[in-house]
């Protein structure tokens, strides 16, 4: 399967619990996107990277927030200290840019995070 | 008022209908946009693009009025395989690189036999 990648497919956590989602996009893809999506809801942007530099972070992006391209591959979301709030499907994307082409995203399959 | 704004529905038809959506935008900057598919419980899936005043694949036409800054997706001879939530997708800048996508809150579509 070449697609985006996203482990776990599900998270069920406690308040106040710390988790780590990951994020594989398509190879050769240089940029990488988070989003959140609530029920009945479209995707939120929540901040994107092209190769490891982080450009552009949401004001939804808390303290508890934090996100890591750390080799300009695959990124992890980690959100600390979970608040039910924090329940969403979690979506990753990622798209070639810079060479000419329109910027096309494509998502991964998310990952359903329930904070009870 | 929200960046992107669609009517939630949801629209139930009945399968051979044409069924239309609409969606307005608030960003003038914004140069192209985009219809994803999204069914339930998985990804959205890019279902069109619309660069200029519009584009038609197969059953499926997107619109653009930029005066207006609404952008329409027209669906003919629904098909059952067609129930799902479109999402209108309107990216804050142009170019040919858009950064973050900013979504509507999708329109649900349901065909029934």
């Known amino acids: 399967d070449t697609g985006v990648s996203q482990n776990p497919r599900h998270k069920i956590t406690k308040r106040g619990q710390n988790v780590t989602f990951r994020c594989d996009p398509i190879?050769?893809?240089?940029?990488l996107y988070w989003y959140r999506q609530t029920l009945g809801q479209g995707p939120e942007f929540l901040t994107y990277?092209?190769?490891?530099?982080?450009?552009?972070k949401s004001r939804l992006l808390s303290d508890r927030f934090s996100a890591e391209r750390p080799k300009g591959s695959f990124s992890t979301l980690e959100i600390q200290r979970t608040e039910q709030g924090d329940s969403a499907m979690y979506l990753c994307?990622?798209?070639?840019?810079?060479?000419?082409?329109?910027?096309?995203?494509?998502f991964g399959p998310g990952t359903r995070l329930l904070v009870l | 008022r929200k960046e992107v704004e669609q009517d939630p529905g949801p629209f139930n038809v009945p399968e051979g209908a044409t069924v239309a959506f609409n969606c307005t935008y608030s960003n003038s900057a914004s140069q192209s946009f985009f219809w994803y598919r999204q069914d339930c419980r998985k990804e959205p899936k890019l279902l069109m693009s619309?660069?200029?005043s519009g584009n038609e694949d197969g059953r499926f036409t997107a619109q653009l009025n930029r005066a207006s800054q609404y952008i329409s997706l027209l669906i003919r001879d629904s098909k059952l395989s067609d129930s799902a939530t479109y999402l209108c997708?309107?990216?804050?800048?142009?170019?040919?690189?858009?950064?973050?996508?900013?979504f509507g809150q999708g329109t649900i579509l349901t065909v029934h036999p």
């Open positions: 990277f092209q190769n490891e530099a982080q450009l552009e």
């Open positions: 619309v660069y200029s």
């Open positions: 997708v309107a990216p804050p800048f142009g170019g040919t690189s858009y950064g973050k996508l900013t």
């Open positions: 190879s050769e893809h240089n940029r």
């Open positions: 994307a990622s798209s070639l840019v810079g060479r000419g082409y329109q910027e096309t995203q494509y």
